[in-house]
């Protein structure tokens, strides 16, 4: 191989970033949204399903679910 090609490969973290500071992109903070929102969706219901699981197990085997 020629130096020039040695010389003019990339390093692993070295290559620039097509990063422009104060650019907006709109699709971007929407998914990020989206995002956030479907975690917020699920966190809500694990609890909901660990409030519920823990109800189960201290119920009297024998009492009748007030849900039926």
């Given at each position: 191989?020629?130096?020039?090609?040695?010389?003019a490969?990339?390093s692993?973290?070295?290559?620039p970033?097509?990063?422009?500071?104060?650019?907006?992109?709109?699709?971007?903070?929407?998914?990020?949204?989206?995002?956030r929102?479907?975690?917020?969706?699920?966190?809500?219901?694990?609890?909901?399903?660990?409030?519920?699981?823990?109800?189960?197990?201290t119920?009297?085997?024998?009492?009748?679910?007030?849900?039926?």
């Open positions: 191989m020629s130096e020039e090609l040695i010389a490969a990339p692993g973290g070295g290559a970033r097509n990063r422009s500071a104060g650019m907006f992109h709109p699709e971007g903070s929407e998914s990020t949204r989206q995002l929102e479907q975690a917020r969706r699920r966190r809500e219901a694990e609890a909901k399903l660990q409030l519920h699981l823990t109800q189960t197990r119920k009297p085997a024998g009492a009748p679910d007030p849900a039926l």
